[in-house]
């Protein structure tokens, strides 16, 4: 059973990384998945080292209203919105069960407008694995309910 679970996981993983690749537009992207494939085990380290580069963004989508989205483009991108970005009062986004981007809102009023939210709904279906999907459950609370146990994959969380 333990070793079924640990399968799980795995898949899970690899099909977010899978997600990620889909979504890569830069070579530094690509860097960056691929350096997380290495750190996580699934990949030997290349005999040659590269340059230290620049990390990649995450995406910055301004709202209307004034709100700011940010949106993950990886799992490392997904950790640093979350984490290092995000503020405790701002909304977390992810698609419910389903590979895909962290998207956090940061409004511009207090609450959060619903038009904002709604949009942050759809930016998160939009960058998940059920893109193509008619209807794409979306969970969101906000960041200060959302936590990383210790030892989880990149981009894992729970809330």
């Known amino acids: 059973q333990k070793q079924i679970n ?14 990620s690749l889909s979504e890569t537009v830069t070579r530094q992207e690509l860097l960056e998945i691929i350096q997380e494939l290495v750190e ?13 580069a620049k ?14 989205l940010f949106v993950g483009r990886n799992n490392r991108q ?16 992810h698609t419910k069960d389903i590979p895909g981007s962290h998207v ?11 038009d904002d939210i709604e949009m942050a709904a759809h930016i998160a279906a939009w960058f998940s694995k059920a893109r193509e999907s008619a209807n ?9 309910y959302v936590k990383k146990h210790s030892g989880a994959k990149p981009g894992y969380v729970i809330f």
């Not at 085990?41 to 005999?47: N, S």
């Not at 956090?104 to 619903?114: E, H, K, T, Y």
């Open 6 to 19: 640990q399968c799980r996981e795995d898949s899970l993983y690899l099909e977010s990384v899978a997600l």
């Open 40 to 52: 996580a085990g699934y990949m030997q380290k290349a005999g040659r080292s590269r340059p230290a």
């Open 55 to 68: 990390p990649s963004e995450p995406r910055k989508i301004l709202l209307p209203s004034g709100s700011v």
């Open 78 to 93: 997904n950790d640093l919105v979350t984490f290092k970005t995000a503020q405790p009062r701002d909304l977390w986004f």
């Open 104 to 114: 956090i809102l940061r409004s511009a009023s207090s609450p959060a407008l619903n």
């Open 136 to 144: 794409v459950p979306v969970d969101y609370t906000e960041l200060r």
